[in-house]
């Protein structure tokens, strides 16, 4: 498939139906990976799209390609970019980086003075974030939101995070912060 017949834009309600296809997806693909994923429910998924706090990727005769959203935590400090996903048929072709730009400015319309991150295993996402200004960081320079955390409970390696009082694990995390806003090192 050409790369420029996919679409990359904000999820609108009617993107509620590629819910389970999504899901499926990200549960097959951690399977496949043997790497750690945090598992997402269809209802979860469905409301990150009634949010406005979701990017899908479609071809214009409307295949789902990819997707990803974005969460706040510890009162807007902090916007995870998350849910990474794109369909096996239509992986390396670019998508994936068009759909992190796109979830990357919607954190940054929605969440504008929030400090932007994202946890990941994966070499090709650490890449993207590199590009988009992300720095690898500490844990402890992430939320401390235990809700955040809880969302690990169905990753692989959550008895690793566990053991180690959510200070490490084998995922990097990587952190943007916005130009002005202050660090705490």
């Known amino acids: ?18 819910a389970a296809i999504i899901t499926a997806e990200m549960e097959a693909s951690a399977r496949a990976r043997g790497t750690g994923i945090s598992k997402r429910s269809v209802n979860a998924i ?20 990819g997707f990803s959203y974005i969460e706040s935590w510890s009162d807007g400090t902090f916007v995870s970019n998350s ?15 068009r759909i992190k730009k796109r979830i990357f400015r919607l954190s940054r319309e929605k969440y504008p003075e929030a400090k932007v991150f994202s946890i990941t295993s994966g070499l090709t996402i650490m890449r993207m974030n590199s590009k988009l200004g992300f720095l690898p960081v500490t844990f402890n320079e992430i939320t401390r939101d235990p809700e955040f955390w809880k969302g690990c409970k169905s990753c692989v390696n959550f008895n690793i995070l566990q053991k180690k009082g959510c200070q490490h694990c084998l995922c990097t995390a990587m952190l943007y ?9």
């Not at 990017?55 to 390609?65: G, P, Q």
């Not at 912060?177 to 090192?185: A, D, L, Q, S």
């Open 46 to 65: 469905m409301k990150k799209i009634r949010e406005g706090k979701a990017v899908i990727a479609l071809t214009v005769s409307k295949i789902w390609v």
């Open 83 to 97: 849910g990474m996903i794109v369909n096996p048929a239509f992986r390396g072709l670019g998508v994936a980086s």
């Open 1 to 18: 498939m050409d790369n420029d017949k996919v679409i990359v834009r904000k999820a609108v309600l009617s993107d509620c139906k590629y």
């Open 177 to 185: 912060t916005p130009p002005g806003v202050e660090t705490e090192n």
